[in-house]
């Protein structure tokens, strides 16, 4: 096998033993697939109230409420003063999650 590695400089074709495949399940057992799980949610919603950041969680829904009104993101950062990309970070729901 590890001359296979060596000619090929990968492991394609490489197949688990049955021993290893059960050693991976029971290290992947209780793991939750996605970029959130709930404890992590409320470990960043809780840091970010504390931080001193910009923007506040009213702030937040402002943004929301601007862009689907139309209002372009560019526009809503100038107001806030923040960067574009926070703004369509926070429109695109990939920060600010747990604000509603």
Request: aromatic share 6%; no cysteine.
């Amino acid at each position: 096998m590890a001359d296979i590695a060596r000619r090929t400089k990968n492991f394609t074709g490489h197949k688990h033993t049955e021993e290893t495949k059960a050693r991976i399940s029971a290290a992947k057992k209780g793991v939750k697939f996605g970029k959130y799980n709930k404890d992590r949610v409320e470990k960043t919603a809780a840091a970010m109230r504390e931080s001193k950041s910009k923007l506040n969680e009213d702030s937040v829904r402002e943004v929301r409420i601007l862009n689907k009104a139309g209002v372009p993101h560019r526009d809503i950062a100038k107001k806030l003063g923040v960067s574009y990309s926070a703004v369509a970070d926070i429109a695109r729901n990939r920060t600010f999650r747990w604000v509603i």
